[in-house]
């Protein structure tokens, strides 16, 4: 009889102790696995203290990654918020407030950002192909290697932005302002300077 506290794979035939030790084995690979902790998922909402009735006020908050493509997003107040390679394709960002704000590596494509405020905002590697961002302003805004293809920026203003390295083929600038930026290395086949403010502006194009 087996005594208390033996176990019994002790006392099974051989067959049975080797399915048994293969069990414990099994199990103890497993375990790791079973107690890791699910994979984040990437947010596609924001915060509801965000909302302040049917205005967005989610200044310096943390939105990295967020799936925002296609929402209405004028007027909102993201002040320093943290839009790291977040998805605003296509967003409306007509005179939202993102000044200071992180939107690096993010996609804005084809957003409309008619008289957005992104001074000082920090949007490098930023793809903004085909904006629309009559009259916004980009002061001191760090926009180095963002992509700016087919882009509609009127009276934009660009005062002491750096867009090293940007690329900004066929981009229609009619009326911006480029003082003091800095386009070393910047791309710009086929964009449009006329009437541009070019005072101080380093690598700016001579033949406007």
Not at 51 to 56: F, S, T
Not at 62 to 74: E, F, N, P, T, V
Not at 162 to 188: H, I, M, S, Y
């Amino acid at each position: 009889m087996t005594s208390v506290g033996t176990p019994l794979i002790a006392h099974a035939s051989p067959p049975v102790r080797a399915l048994g030790r293969m069990a414990i084995a099994a199990i103890l690979l497993l375990s790791p696995l079973a107690a890791a902790p699910a994979a984040a998922q990437v947010a596609s909402e924001l915060p509801d203290d965000c909302m302040a009735g049917e205005k967005i006020v989610c200044p310096g908050r943390d939105l990295r990654h967020i799936i925002l493509k296609g929402r209405d997003l004028s007027g909102a107040d993201l002040k320093g918020a943290n839009l790291a390679h977040a998805n605003l394709r296509g967003a409306n960002l007509k005179g939202t407030d993102l000044s200071g704000a992180t939107l690096d590596g993010a996609d804005l494509e084809a957003a409309h950002m008619q008289g957005a405020k992104l001074e000082g905002a920090s949007l490098r590697g930023a793809k903004m192909d085909y904006i629309r961002a009559a009259s916004a302003d980009f002061a001191k805004a760090d926009l180095t290697a963002s992509t700016i293809e087919f882009a509609w920026l009127p009276r934009v203003n660009l005062k002491g932005a750096r867009l090293v390295n940007a690329n900004l083929q066929e981009t229609k600038l009619p009326g911006a302002t480029l003082e003091d930026a800095d386009l070393t290395g910047a791309w710009f086949p086929f964009a449009n300077f006329q009437e541009v403010v070019m005072t101080g502006c380093k690598d700016c194009p001579t033949d406007w």
